[in-house]
């Protein structure tokens, strides 16, 4: 494996209407789209650990479920991200799990098929069907500034925003739990993989190596991310003395640091936040042997039992400008709220 960072080297929903049927038709060239309101009848809602049966209604700015003539309503542009999962203190039925709310700590609320005396089996469609509406809607995770669109890929644990006309890469991916596995992705404006249609018409991926090489390197402007456990001391309350001292060891132990490069700017720790969570700021500057010069900047952020760091790798000269694009992703990162 070809580790960006050397953690990973050392680390190494009557019953409840399917939303598809209330599609509109169709219009040439475009999806189709959800007619909304839309009213899902008996779903398990759950807030603040009390548990009730429901109707949720999904309007074009809200969720709103109406237990027993209450209303409990969460405005779109308040529901941050959904995702699906456990939830604390039922670790064995899957819920589909909203955070709410602008600032930690953010209240939770899940929802699942009520059918079949509260254990219906199509809590997962109606996972999907309600994402599909948020993407339409542009709302929780699918909220982003033009130009950049939502990247999901994550293994349902977190989603940020990148550019239009970026590519991702996933170059390893070892599953250590549902939500975190341990891996690298890249994500760049250069495609590391394309597709080659072979002489009798089938189709196979193919590696762009040289390319790969040149991110890594930083030759070529990329961000990375790494996933991987999270150990001692690391918490989304922050870091320990001991566990910032182990990221600044193993950031010193990346390849940007070794044979062929000259320190210029040691790595060093600062404090940072990733979507509520305290996180470590590391940076670093070396040259290679060519004289050019390249930045390592990482900031490192443990929200549950996932450490994530996040890696712009980028050369000197373009530090100032890829930094904009870097801390425009980081500050559009959502977790996931379900439990790993």
Same mark, same amino acid.
């Given at each position: ?10 680390? !190494? ?6 939303? $598809? ?12 789209? #959800? ?6 009848? @008996?779903?398990? =809602? ?8 429901? %109707? ?28 699906? &999962? @456990?939830? @604390? ?11 709410? &709310? ?11 098929? &009520? ?31 033009? /130009? ?9 644990? !977190? ?16 599953? #250590?739990?549902?939500?975190? *596995? ?16 072979? +002489?009798?018409?089938?189709?196979? *991926? ?7 090489? $040149? ?35 193993? $950031? ?7 044979? /062929?490069?000259?320190?210029?700017? %040691?790595? +060093? ?6 979507? /509520? !969570?305290? $996180? ?20 490192? #952020?443990? *929200?549950?039992?996932?450490? =994530? #760091? ?8 373009? =530090? ?8 425009? +992703? ?9 439990? %790993?």
């Amino acid at each position: 494996m070809r580790a960006a960072f050397a953690i990973a080297a050392t680390l !190494c929903f009557g019953g409840a209407a399917s939303i $598809a049927s209330d599609i509109a038709p169709a219009v040439e060239g475009q999806a189709p789209r #959800v007619s909304l309101p839309l009213t899902i009848e @008996k779903v398990w =809602y759950r807030s603040s650990g009390k548990r009730r049966q429901a %109707d949720l209604t999904v309007t074009e700015d809200a969720f709103e479920f109406t237990a027993r003539k209450k209303v409990f309503s969460f405005p779109l542009d308040r529901i941050r991200v959904i995702s699906f &999962g @456990k939830m @604390k203190n039922d670790v064995d039925t899957d819920w589909i799990v909203m955070s709410v &709310g602008v600032t930690r700590p953010y209240d939770i609320v899940g929802f699942r098929d &009520g059918q079949k005396w509260g254990y219906g089996g199509r809590t997962r469609e109606l996972f999907h069907d309600l994402r599909r509406v948020l993407k339409e809607l542009s709302a929780a995770q699918y909220r982003t500034s033009p /130009g950049y669109q939502s990247y999901e890929d994550l293994n349902s644990g !977190c989603t940020l925003a990148i550019p239009e006309s970026w590519n991702s890469y996933v170059e390893s991916l070892v599953l #250590v739990g549902s939500h975190s *596995p341990s891996g690298t992705t890249i994500l760049s404006a250069e495609p590391i993989r394309r597709v080659e249609i072979g +002489a009798s018409g089938e189709t196979r *991926p193919v590696d762009d190596l040289e390319t790969l090489d $040149a991110i890594l390197a930083g030759q070529t402007p990329g961000i990375f991310i790494e996933r991987s456990r999270a150990g001692r001391g690391m918490s989304c309350r922050g870091f320990s003395a001991a566990a910032r001292e182990r990221l600044l060891v193993q $950031a010193r132990e990346d390849p940007l640091f070794g044979e /062929g490069h000259e320190v210029v700017e %040691d790595v +060093a720790a600062s404090s940072g936040v990733v979507d /509520g !969570c305290e $996180a470590v700021r590391i940076r670093g500057r070396s040259r290679r042997h060519d004289g050019a010069e390249v930045v390592l900047d990482l900031m490192a #952020v443990a *929200p549950g039992q996932t450490l =994530y #760091v996040f890696g712009l790798r980028t050369p000197g000269e373009r =530090y100032a400008n890829d930094l904009k694009t870097f801390e425009t +992703a980081l500050s559009t990162v959502k977790f996931s709220v379900a439990l %790993d």
